[in-house]
């Protein structure tokens, strides 16, 4: 069982950035593709990027996102971050943390790769 819990959401203006901790316990495989998604009111929740644990292979979807946010790790504390830059009111989300450990990251990211595990998500509101 692995438990996925995310912080560091909030409000901010357009063009500020904030980072996302997603802390994972329980057992994480290496090579788990850990992953973001969000969720904006009305619309369907989509994958944002995608790193597998242990290897930091990243992966990003083609939502506009690429250039202004990174993925990245820590595996001594088995957390993945989401530093987003240059934020826009699109932006505005709920943002999931998932882990999947045995679906192919760049399949998970896009939607199709089956997921095992999601965090409880957090707010990301950004104001123009």
């Known amino acids: 069982q692995v438990q996925l819990e995310e912080s560091g959401g909030g409000s901010v203006q357009a063009g500020g950035s904030l980072r996302l901790a997603c802390a994972a316990s329980?057992?994480?495989?290496?090579?788990?593709?850990m992953a973001w998604f969000r969720q904006a009111p009305g619309k369907e929740r989509e994958g944002v990027a995608g790193?597998?644990?242990?290897?930091?292979?990243?992966?990003y979807a083609t939502t506009g996102v690429q250039g202004r946010f990174t993925i990245s790790e820590d595996n001594a504390k088995n957390t993945i971050y989401l530093q987003m830059n240059k934020l826009t009111p699109e932006d505005t989300a709920i943002y999931y943390c998932?882990?999947?450990?045995?679906?192919?990251?760049?399949?998970?990211?896009?939607?199709?790769?089956?997921?095992?595990?999601w965090g409880q998500g957090t707010q990301v509101t950004v104001s123009s």
């Open positions: 998932a882990a999947a450990v045995s679906s192919s990251c760049p399949l998970v990211v896009v939607g199709v790769g089956s997921v095992d595990y």
């Open positions: 790193i597998y644990t242990g290897r930091g292979s990243t992966y």
């Open positions: 329980g057992n994480t495989p290496r090579d788990t593709c």
